[in-house]
């Protein structure tokens, strides 16, 4: 009987959440440098879209979990695709379709970008080659420096987007009371060129009081942190998209009780509960 019971019980934690997705998270799952899925990517033309610049789906190569959520990732000012593709397969190994973007021209500014995420966002969605193994009713957006600008800029556009993530982002609008996407503010304590008191905090403060909202400053970190591999960027990002994408709550016990500073983390503040 017991045996029965351990073998019934995935899939009624699966009828209870239709959208979640790999195994029971842990600690070590979540700062691992690959998650349970094995991913495979295909490279998008500049010259087969428009409204962005082209870029690198990740996704994972199972068929049999159904759909996934997915999230499109924009770089900085000055800067490619190749600054943030590392997040490409570290989050579609645990189970997102995932779009690393190169923007029209490397100078686009915020509201630019933001446009360009949602363009990436519909393409994604609508006519790309992994169009089928996307859900299209549960989409985020993360970026860095300006594309983490044009992320807030994304969200406040399109408030059906589940989740936002700005890594040490830049934009001169610093007040965000109309978004209602739940949204991750990553910044950095060292960050001379989008510092946390000018940027990152003030976003997270304008933030509404009644969102899922949290704020992470990375202890001894720039702004050019999340141009690579980072845990502590991965772990909490994953955290994030899980929970609000896939609404998974078996997430909640890496954000809630909030995270307390480390090695890594500078400050953590956030409102917990999650999705009250």
């Known amino acids: 009987m017991s045996s029965l019971a351990f073998l019934v019980a995935p899939a009624a934690d699966a009828a209870d959440n239709p959208y979640q997705r790999g195994p029971a998270p842990t600690v070590a ?3 691992a440098a690959r998650g349970s899925y094995a991913v495979s990517q295909t490279s998008v033309s500049a010259l087969a879209v428009t409204g962005f610049g082209g870029g690198t789906v990740y996704y994972p190569t199972s068929t049999s979990d ?3 959520g997915a999230v499109v990732i924009s770089p900085g000012f000055t ?18 379709v995932v779009f690393t973007i190169d923007t029209l021209t490397t100078l686009d500014q915020p509201d630019s970008r933001g446009r360009q995420l949602l363009a990436a966002l519909d393409y994604l969605t609508q006519r790309s080659s992994v169009r089928g193994r996307v859900d299209a009713s549960r989409l985020g957006v993360m970026g860095h420096s300006m594309g983490g600008g044009g992320t807030l800029e994304a969200a406040k556009s399109r408030p059906s987007l589940k989740a936002a993530i700005p890594l040490t982002g830049w934009n001169t609008d ?14 950095a304590d060292g960050d001379t060129v989008a510092s946390v008191a000018s940027h990152s905090e003030p976003f997270y403060e304008s933030l509404p009081a009644s969102l899922d909202k ?4 990375l202890n001894g970190a720039t702004h050019f ?3 690579s591999s980072n845990t502590t960027i991965a772990k909490y990002s994953i955290s994030w998209l899980k929970r609000f994408i896939d609404d998974d709550t078996r997430y909640d016990q890496f954000l809630c009780p909030l995270p307390r500073p480390s090695l890594t983390i500078e400050e953590y503040r956030g409102t917990c509960p999650l999705g009250s």
Request: glycine residues 8%; hydrophobic residues 40%.
């Open 29 to 31: 799952s979540i700062e």
């Open 66 to 68: 159904g759909t996934f």
């Open 79 to 96: 800067a490619y695709e190749s600054s943030i593709a590392w997040l490409g397969p570290r989050l579609a190994s645990q189970g997102f």
């Open 174 to 187: 610093k007040t965000w009371p109309e978004i209602s996407t739940p949204t991750l503010v990553v910044g």
């Open 214 to 217: 949290a704020y992470l400053e």
């Open 225 to 227: 942190t999340p141009n």
